[in-house]
């Protein structure tokens, strides 16, 4: 298990989609969002999640990173302010020790090429139904489709063979 566990935006809406925000302790521990991220999931204008996502950070399944992000030293073309810092955080911690949960293929990209690993909202969902937390992979990405919160096709088909629901 990584020592540091950092997510992004997308994943925390996405869970908060399927009420999947509990699991984070049982797989994780402690996750934590940086103060841009933190900013960007609560805006108070009651955006989707928002509430279960608030509920999370109130009862610490997420906590807001308050230290200072160095630079860090890695070129971050076009990421949003939320994935960069995840990224600076994850390089200045030590990127063999860390784990970001995010969507976005640009950011997913960037930390794979810096050696920090990266797990989106389709590989929480299957790992929840590896550990027993969920009886069904394949409603929770139902849930999710019945939104505007969009997984490729081909990397939830991957998820459910990889679950044995495919």
Request: glycine letters at 10%; hydrophobic letters at 50%.
């Amino acid at each position: 298990m990584a020592r540091l566990v950092l997510s992004d935006a997308s994943p925390l809406i996405g869970l908060a989609i399927v009420d999947g925000l509990t699991w984070l302790p049982e797989l994780f521990g402690d996750v934590w969002v940086p103060a841009s991220v933190h900013r960007e999931v609560l805006p108070g204008v009651a955006a989707r999640g928002e509430l279960e996502i608030a509920a999370a950070v109130k009862r610490k399944t997420i906590r807001v990173w308050r230290k200072s992000i160095p630079d860090a030293g890695v070129a971050l073309p076009d990421l949003d302010e939320g994935e960069t810092d995840c990224i600076r955080i994850a390089v200045s911690h030590g990127v063999s020790e860390t784990l970001i949960l995010m969507d976005e293929r640009a950011g997913r990209a960037v930390a794979t090429e810096n050696g920090i690993r990266v797990a989106g909202t389709a590989a929480l969902i299957g790992l929840a139904k590896k550990r027993g937390l969920i009886t069904s992979a394949k409603a929770r990405f139902a849930k999710l489709h019945a939104t505007d919160f969009r997984i490729s096709a081909a990397v939830i088909q991957t998820v459910l063979r990889d679950v044995g629901e495919g």
